[in-house]
């Protein structure tokens, strides 16, 4: 699926690939962005919740406009929560 939109996209923007998988009685789910040119990631966001096995993607082309500055101040955001929140982890490309 991500081949597909990354192909979509022409390799410019970002993936994000949502999934969940259980562990014990919980389900936990599992945001991943990566560069649709590198393929490196960029961000991971880690929960728990009430949802069974789901698997999202889509893409996003935020290389020039408000977009991309909001993606950038999510990704800011992010690093912020990563420190507040130990099962958030972020890496700027």
Do not use: C, Q, W
């Not at 597909?4 to 996209?9: F, P, Q, S």
């Not at 410019?12 to 999934?19: A, F, M, P, S």
């Not at 949802?51 to 996003?60: M, S």
Request: proline share 1%; glycine share 8%; aromatic share 4%.
């Amino acid at each position: 699926m991500r081949e597909i939109v990354r192909r979509h996209l022409d390799n410019k923007g970002y993936v994000v690939r949502l999934t969940t998988h259980r562990e014990g009685d919980n389900l936990v789910g599992r945001v991943h962005v990566t560069d649709a040119s590198t393929e490196e990631t960029v961000a991971k966001v880690v929960g728990v919740g009430k949802v069974d096995n789901i698997e999202i993607v889509f893409g996003i082309d935020a290389t020039d406009g408000i977009f991309r500055d909001l993606i950038a101040h999510a990704l800011n955001l992010a690093e912020v929560a990563r420190f507040l929140v130990p099962t958030v982890s972020v890496k700027e490309g």
